[in-house]
């Protein structure tokens, strides 16, 4: 299929504030009481836990003032209460600590969780169209690999921070508070961090974007070579399968190999730029001590202490190496911010994503027939369907389902300038079978994903028993339309929950009447545990005809009137099919059914049979009457003509 | 099963042991430094002379740019030698499933396996990393750490005897706690994933029952549920941070009382100043090694599943070998079965197929026919030796097809699959997968035969035009036709269609037949089709029932005494199919 693929957004490098301010956004709206809460927390344990440098240098100078006089008892009596301060502050530090990390996980996942429904719930409303233009897997990885850099980023990288800010700017105004001088060397240092970070940051970010494509690459070589595998031995080709591996590979060492190298080199030298800095202060702080030069600092503006001496040094030194480890700290974090904004902004865009729209009125409701011919609603099954039509003027009018459908000069593209219909007209009575036969490309598929508003027709009418079908409301359409897929979809659970996925509530012996009816009751009733057989990875386990045997016993139990069956039947052998049509034949009766099949011998008892070509319909009539007409349905019949 | 996985690491010993070496040069001087730096302080507080301090910050920070040396050198070996795991990993793991038969494949679905090559390796590489930058570094530190405590602060070092063990029991506590609880989530989690998968692939099913609704109450309840229980983990995990923060506040708390203590009271004899800073950065480095040692294990218990899981594929025996003593060549095509039953795993109660008994000479053309389930696919595949007979013996050229080098077998044997494929690359790629030196004459000959040349030639680029993965921009009738061409490429002597005609008209299809009766007569060919027509004018019709033959014979000799036939054919050719 040659349809328009959408390219996967290349993920930004440059930190995108809008992005961060949505997702906060997002957080806050999540949990309105417990953000707040943890930002509040995350900030009081910084600042708080900033503190103690202050009081351990308090105590420094008491032991500095005491050590020549050794008299413990004065000594403790200044002592004390300080290191009960300590104390104090440290315990109110765990609090807060262990406050926030509890509410970190509390958020982290139950946002994820929101994202991830979020993402899920609007999906299932984008149209059809989102479906065919985008690469599974490439929707996929958002529920998987962009989720996971978005939970890095909640979890760790945006709490860290905060907290790495918050200390910084507390410890950057303690240390200018003791000594201007020394906070301006070691803010020399910080300039250096920032510059090795965005170098070798940006590196790494470079190259782990890379990666990420080669593994991509790697993954789609795996993908193809594992599901294509027994083509490979029966072709004897494995050595060459594997030297186009180690080829790919190879490449994709080389890129994480460099992403994880610049990743690697920058902790330490981010941590040893620390130390040389805390060197500096050091020697500095020697000089400067010994130079006995005066001290320029917020505190001896304001209190006059104008020499710098031991007791400010040392938790001068502390301070600094508080600092630079949460630089540090930071600079770690970079390559998950940077990945973690672009997840977010992928996840946002699938969120963003127009959903199908649908502005339908009339509704499908049960209905009880008056005497008088005329309907009502029941509200309550009865077996009997109206559409439920309100009007302009505040009237609603009933009409009896029926599965009448009727087509008038309907034109329609997939791409804007590339029409693939053109002035199709056609009409399906109730209870009439109508096949389409073409090429493949000619339309018959469009068709009927035209009827049941998979997508919108760009001129001309669909009316379903007289009803316009952009006035009915989708779901209640769809819900009148049985759809049996060439690919069939099963999903994970018992063969029972399978076949009931078309009809919620019915009870088992009527999922198994429909199981009759579609002939597939024989070989369920063989598989090991029966009708409760669990089916995983779409019914791997069944053959692709047992596969279509269970879709046409799920879309038999939903009863709708009207059947679309395209390439139903093609993977069943023509013995088979031959029983199922019996069944099938019993399931048509009453209801309109649209046909498309490869095989001639499935179409040729319907009433009507449109021959398709370049998305006109150049014949139609009965198999008699197009056999008589011996034009492009004769030929085909006779095997003149190729059908693909 | 670590030795085995251990074997993966191969030329990257040597980035190991130079990252574990320079890991440890980087632990030296790390655990070096605070006790210069204490007495730097010292040096400073006593008045000394500017040289010796200068002379000290010097020394200071030559250590520190031996650090970084140290460091950077290991980073990168680090992240060499890992990747250079995972790449080992990956194609240890590629060679091994080259090496598998369709057993060993069916055993493993295709999906499983690309999840083992791809997101287990990745987890494992992690581990990895992680395991050789901090295996050694954890326990070297800690015990340095521990050394140089107790010669700086004597005394001062008794906070450790009691930090130490609390810690050590908390954070065994919490990862015995954590662990299972990761476990399960993340394997709830995958299945969470699954069944998004599955959704997106069967949107077309959900949207045509109105399902959307039902969909998402369905998927908001698994990840309910899973919230609940990542919560559940994680806040368990959230606990890590506060216990050591207990343990390095309540150190540093202790530290400075007894310090001052010991200093005011010796009058700063016993202690200095500068020896407190230094007690307060041990106790760090010593939590932060207890802290990697706890990771590590996480690490490991978390990436053990993904281990197992690579193990598994590795030790994978395949179940098909060469005998000692191969026959390398295939003497003509004939195929004999001779009372051949056979089951798909040894635990299956039911035989696919039950004495057979058949003799196909070489150049016949067979024919079989079956309904869904019938066992038509797996009667053929033990011709080329797919799979081995479970009872009874197949026999190609006179000779069982187990005494035969498995590739001298397939060469001579063509098979074209049911579900077959096309790869990502040129037709002419593709086709030449059948012989890689098939001149551009050979590969037209071949695709004459099987009418694929008419629609090649078609194509803009004719020969050299590209394939999407999967095959995905040919029809599928072209599809199949190219998937003849090229299995005629082989000029095998015994070509086997599954199903292969399927999409391809009727007029092609007896084209087809026809190209093989006149140009390749001497050529066994075994066709399993679904439409009489395909099989009608074969030496030799077999009917498959339920794995058994229920009859053979000609196309005449069948309408007479095989009931499932007659039928067959009347429900293929009802309406009077008076052309066919």
């Known amino acids: 299929m040659n349809k328009p693929m959408n390219r996967r957004a290349a993920p930004g490098r440059k930190l995108n504030g809008k992005m961060l301010l949505r997702l906060i956004k997002e957080l806050f709206s999540a949990y309105p009481v417990l953000v707040p809460l943890t930002a509040g927390c995350i900030l009081f344990s910084a600042i708080v836990s900033s503190i103690p440098a202050i009081f351990i240098q308090k105590v420094i100078a008491v032991i500095d003032a005491c050590t020549a006089s050794g008299d413990w008892a004065q000594a403790s009596r200044e002592i004390v209460p300080k290191i009960v301060v300590l104390a104090v502050l440290y315990i109110l530090s765990i609090v807060s600590i262990t406050t926030y990390n509890q509410l970190m996980a509390i958020i982290t996942q139950g946002f994820l969780c929101r994202m991830r429904r979020k993402m899920f719930d609007g999906m299932q409303n984008l149209p059809i169209r989102y479906f065919d233009t985008n690469k599974h897997g490439d929707i996929m990885s958002h529920y998987t690999n962009d989720i996971d850099t978005l939970r890095q980023l909640v979890s760790q990288s945006l709490p860290s921070l905060l907290q790495s800010s918050a200390i910084v700017l507390t410890v950057l105004f303690i240390m200018l508070w003791y000594s201007v001088p020394l906070t301006l060397v070691v803010l020399f240092g910080v300039i250096a961090m920032f510059f090795v970070t965005k170098k070798i940051g940006g590196g790494s970010a470079k190259y782990f974007v890379r990666q990420q494509k080669s593994l991509g690459k790697t993954e789609g070589f795996i993908q193809e070579m594992m599901s294509g595998q027994k083509v490979v031995k029966v072709f004897c080709h494995e050595e060459e399968a594997i030297e186009d591996f180690d080829r790919i590979n190879g490449e994709l060492y080389e890129d994480g190999f460099r992403a994880h190298a610049y990743a690697n080199v920058l902790g330490p030298i981010i941590q040893n730029i620390g130390n040389i800095l805390y060197v500096l202060c050091a020697t500095v702080g020697g000089l400067l001590l010994l130079l006995k030069v005066p001290n320029v600092g917020i505190s001896s503006a304001l209190l006059g202490i104008g020499v710098l001496t031991i007791d400010i040094i040392v938790p001068f030194l502390n301070m600094t190496k508080q600092f630079t480890g949460n630089v540090n700290q930071f600079s770690q974090q970079i390559n998950a911010i940077i990945m973690g904004m672009a997840g977010a902004e992928r996840i946002f865009a699938l969120m963003d994503e127009k959903p199908e729209a649908d502005e339908g009125y009339v509704t499908l409701v049960d209905a009880v027939e008056k005497e008088d011919g005329s309907l009502e609603p029941a509200g309550k099954h009865t077996g009997i369907w109206a559409w439920q039509h309100p009007h302009g003027d505040g009237t609603v009018t009933y009409t009896k389902l029926r599965g009448d459908v009727r087509m008038t000069d309907v034109d329609f593209a997939y791409e804007e300038g590339k029409p693939v219909l053109h002035d199709i007209s056609l009409y399906a009575e109730p209870g009439q079978k109508v096949a389409f036969v073409g090429a493949t490309g000619a339309g018959k598929t469009t068709i009927t994903n035209l009827i049941n508003r998979f997508y919108d027709i760009a001129d001309g009418k669909i009316r379903y028993d007289g009803i316009n079908i952009n006035k009915i409301k989708k779901s209640d359409l769809r819900r009148s339309l049985g759809i049996v897929l060439q690919d069939v979809n099963l999903f994970t659970g018992t063969v029972l929950d399978n076949i009931r996925y078309g009809k919620l509530d019915a009870t088992d012996e009527e999922c198994i009447e429909a199981a009759k009816l579609a002939n597939a009751h024989d070989f369920i009733v063989r598989l090991p545990n029966g009708y409760h057989t669990e089916l995983s990875g779409n019914g791997a386990n069944l053959s692709q005809g047992q596969r279509q045997l269970i879709s046409i016993a799920r879309a038999a139990v939903a009863d709708p009137p009207v059947m679309i069956l395209d390439e139903a039947t093609s993977s069943i052998d023509t013995r088979t099919e031959a029983l199922v049509q019996q069944g099938m034949d019993r399931l048509m009766k009453g209801r309109t059914v649209f046909v498309i099949a490869h095989r001639l011998s499935t179409v040729m008892n319907s009433d009507v049979i449109m021959v398709l070509d370049h998305g006109r319909i150049i014949e139609r009539g009965n198999h008699e009457k197009l056999i008589a007409e011996k034009g492009t349905y004769y030929q085909l019949y006779t095997g003149a003509f190729e059908l693909e | ?580």
């Open chain 2, 1 to 580: 099963m670590l030795k085995r996985l251990a074997k993966c690491i191969r030329e990257y010993k040597l980035p190991t042991i130079l990252t574990l070496i320079f890991i440890v040069g980087e632990a030296i001087i790390e655990c070096l430094i605070p006790f210069i730096t204490a007495n730097m302080v010292n040096q400073i507080q006593s008045g000394a002379e500017i040289g010796v301090i200068l002379r000290t910050g010097l020394l200071l920070a030559v250590m520190a740019i031996l650090s970084l040396s140290c460091g950077g050198i290991a980073g990168y070996t680090c992240a060499k030698a890992s990747s250079g795991f995972a790449k080992n990993l990956r194609a240890d793991l590629f060679r091994k499933i080259q090496t598998y038969s369709f057993e060993n494949i069916d055993k493993f679905s295709s999906s499983s396996l690309v999840t083992r090559l791809t997101t287990d390796v990745s987890n494992v590489q992690m581990a990895y990393m992680m395991i050789i930058r901090t295996a050694i570094r954890a326990p070297l530190m800690f015990t340095f750490s521990i050394i140089m405590a107790y010669r700086m602060g004597g005394k001062l070092a008794t906070s450790f005897v009691i930090i130490i063990p609390v810690l050590v029991c908390g954070l065994l506590l919490i990862s015995r706690k954590a662990m299972p609880a990761f476990r399960s989530v993340f394997r709830k989690y995958d299945r969470l994933n699954e069944s998004i998968e599955e959704n997106v692939r069967a949107m077309r099913v959900v949207k045509g029952f109105s399902r959307e609704d039902y969909e998402k109450e369905k998927f908001g309840t698994a990840a309910e549920e899973i919230r609940k229980d990542f919560t559940r983990a994680e806040r368990i995990v959230a606990l890590n941070t506060p216990l050591m923060q207990i343990c390095l506040n309540f150190n540093m708390v202790f530290v400075l009382f007894v310090g001052s203590r010991i200093i005011v009271s010796t009058g700063g004899e016993a202690l200095g100043v500068g020896q407190i800073s230094g007690m307060l950065t041990y106790g760090m480095q010593i939590l932060m090694s207890l802290m990697m040692v706890s990771m590590i294990y996480v690490m490991l218990t978390m990436s053990a599943e993904s281990m197992r899981r690579i193990y598994a594929v590795l030790t994978e025996e395949p179940t098909l070998h060469n005998p000692a003593s191969p026959l390398t060549e295939v003497p003509d095509g004939s195929v004999d079965f001779e009372n051949v039953s056979f089951k798909y795993s040894a635990e299956a109660d039911a035989f696919a197929l039950s004495d057979i008994n058949l003799h196909i000479r070489s150049g016949m053309t067979v024919g079989i026919l079956g309904g869904t389930g019938s066992s038509k696919s797996t009667l053929v595949q033990l011709i080329p030796r797919l799979y081995d007979v479970t009872e009874g013996a197949v026999k190609v050229g006179g000779n069982d097809v187990r005494s035969y080098d498995i590739e001298a077998l397939r060469e001579a044997v063509a098979m074209v699959l049911q579900k077959n494929q096309l790869f990502s690359g040129t037709i002419k790629d593709n086709l030449r997968w059948g012989n890689e030196n098939a001149t551009d004459g050979e590969i037209e000959e071949a695709c004459k035969l099987a009418q694929a040349d008419e629609f090649v030639r078609s194509f803009p680029d004719g020969y050299d035009s590209w394939i999407e993965q999967g095959g995905t921009n040919v029809s599928g009738g072209q599809k199949q036709r190219l998937c003849i061409a090229r299995a005629l490429i082989k000029k095998p002597k015994i070509l086997i269609l599954d199903d292969s005609t399927s999409a391809v008209d009727t007029k092609t299809d007896a084209l087809i037949r026809a190209g093989f009766a006149r140009y390749i007569p001497e050529t066994t060919k075994i066709i399993i089709a679904q439409r009489v027509s395909s099989v009608q004018d074969a030496d030799l019709i077999l009917v498959l029932d339920g794995g058994r033959i229920s009859a053979a014979g000609t196309h005449e000799e069948l309408m007479k005494t095989s009931p499932i036939y007659r039928e067959v054919y009347e429900s293929q050719t009802n309406g009077g199919n008076e052309n066919e």
